[in-house]
């Protein structure tokens, strides 16, 4: 029986009891119908136990008991057995869906659970966890100090041909094989030149999600869990920014022009009125004008 030992504990974990298994396992086994006493010996099962437990398998329809004395018993085969547990599941599957959906009084309006963190060390070794676990495709906003571990987290995940979109704002430069990279330009004080707050968004095969922020650089609240919706709004984030950063990189010098160095007017209201009274603003007008005479012209 030591050779059956893997099936046997495959029947234990759909339902059957561990004589069950043994016996069914050995009637499948014998060359012939055999008597409780012959399975008894084959199987290890008790002899005071083992018709009892062939009892119990005839009336699930899992042995067949032959007529006879003494008494003979024959396995159900392999592809039936697995068929009718198949329909015997999808049964209690849909028994017990319609029994809750009775028993529910919030009619499906429930809390949403998720893990909550608060230490860097915490944030860091579930964001390497969902990298580690990643299959298809993983977005990443990464904007920490000490962050190794979710660096080589990422370059694992590249190896192994994950799909990244990466946005980083560390000075050490990163590379990728698989997807897109982009440094921050708040790094370089661009958009945002002194920016304490720190964060963390990582989503892994758009289900798994993790966010982190320490908003004075130091204290960490983070929430995890597997929520496709609230994956869905990281990954929005963290894509917007993505192609923020595009958009600045490669427009940087007419932008700088429009919202002064550093685009500080896109934090920081312009003073004396400076967007209000058109000194600032009547450039983008006239170049949208001329963009509009090409358009018309072409």
């Known amino acids: 029986m030591e050779r059956d030992l893997g099936a046997i504990g495959h029947l234990v974990d759909l339902g059957f ?22 399975l008894s010996n084959a199987t290890g099962v008790p002899q005071p136990k083992v018709y009892e437990t062939l ?16 008494a003979r018993f024959v396995a159900l085969p392999p592809a ?48 390497v966890r969902l990298l580690d676990e990643t299959t298809r495709h993983a977005y990443v906003s990464l904007n920490a100090e000490h962050a190794e571990e ?3 987290a990422v370059a694992r995940a590249d190896a192994r041909g994950v799909r990244l979109d990466v946005l980083y704002f560390s000075k050490e430069p990163m590379e990728l094989r698989h997807g897109r990279i982009l440094r921050h330009l708040s790094t370089d004080g661009v958009v945002y030149r002194h920016h304490q707050a720190r964060h963390v968004a990582v ?10 922020l320490a908003p004075d650089g130091g204290q960490w609240n983070a ?3 597997d929520d496709a919706l609230v994956a869905a709004a990281i990954k929005g984030y963290v894509r917007h920014d993505l192609y923020v950063q595009q958009i600045v990189a490669e427009f940087a010098p007419e932008l700088s022009e429009r919202f002064g160095p550093g685009l500080e007017q896109l934090v920081v209201p312009p003073a004396n009125g400076d967007v209000a009274d058109g000194t600032s603003s009547d450039r983008v007008p006239k170049r949208r004008a001329a963009a509009g005479r090409s358009s018309r012209s072409a």
Do not use: C
């Not at 009892?55 to 003494?70: D, F, I, S, Y």
């Not at 989503?203 to 982190?212: E, I």
């Open 80 to 127: 039936q057995l697995l068929a009718q547990l198949d329909v015997g599941f999808r049964r209690r599957l849909a028994d017990a869906e319609l029994a809750l959906l009775r028993a529910d009084p919030m009619d499906g309006a429930h809390y949403r659970a998720f893990g909550t963190l608060n230490t860097w060390s915490a944030v860091q070794a579930e964001a």
């Open 203 to 212: 989503v892994a095969d758009s289900t798994k999600v993790l966010w982190g």
């Open 17 to 38: 009891s561990q004589y069950e298994a043994r016996a069914y396992v050995g009637l499948l086994g014998a060359a012939e119908p055999v008597t409780g006493y012959a």
């Open 55 to 70: 009892r119990r398998l005839a009336r699930k329809g899992v042995a067949v008991m032959l007529a006879g004395e003494p």
């Open 223 to 225: 929430i995890t869990g």
């Open 150 to 152: 979710t660096h080589a």
